[in-house]
């Protein structure tokens, strides 16, 4: 019982984090970097305005689900620049396109909302994380957001996490012809 308490006194100092994340932040010795400066610095509850034209840039992405019971799935996300909408600070959209027709992120999200969203740009390394809950959206009001797309997969943000460029490749795209 002593873990417990201890760890529900610690989310109460790193409110940002949980249990889990502050246990391994105290097994390795991390803990004193996230004082409250630093959170603000590197977690975000909203997409900052100067980013949000390279979200709307990028040509593809990645996409985690989990099912209800936790079972992980990550999908690459693809389909040229516009591919992502920003709707407002807290909101995101992109269009589900016909893959295998097995659903696999879309049947997650229907029992597990959950999703996490990784951008990498590999020609200077900036790469985002966005955590949030999806909704899948259908018809008219998926038109209205990707005139092509009958169905659409809207983002509520709950968490952004800048990352530095360490450890990503510098690739160079082909040119198309």
């Known amino acids: ?11 109460n100092n790193r409110s940002l984090f949980h249990a889990g994340e502050q246990q391994a ?4 010795g991390t803990t004193d970097e996230w004082n409250a400066a630093r959170q603000q610095q590197l977690l ?7 980013l949000q034209p390279r979200i709307e840039a990028v040509p593809f992405f990645f996409l985690a689900t989990s099912d209800a019971a936790g079972r992980c799935d990550c999908s690459y996300k693809g389909g040229g620049p516009g591919l992502i909408r ?5 909101h995101l959209a992109f269009p589900d396109f016909n893959g295998n027709g097995a659903f696999m ?3 997650n999200i229907l029992v597990n909302p959950q999703v996490g969203c990784l951008f990498i740009d590999f020609s200077d390394g900036g790469r985002l994380r966005v955590n949030g809950r999806a909704e899948i959206v259908e018809g008219d009001e998926a038109k209205k957001l990707f005139a092509e797309a009958s169905r659409v997969v809207v983002v509520s943000i709950e968490q952004v996490v800048p990352n530095c460029a360490a450890h990503i ?3 160079i795209p082909e040119p198309t012809s």
């Open 44 to 50: 975000w509850k909203f997409i900052p305005q100067e």
């Open 1 to 11: 019982m002593l873990v417990k308490t201890d760890l529900v006194l610690q989310m």
């Open 25 to 28: 932040q105290d097994r390795w």
């Open 169 to 171: 490749p510098r690739l």
């Open 86 to 90: 920003i709707i407002d600070d807290t």
């Open 105 to 107: 992120s879309l049947g």
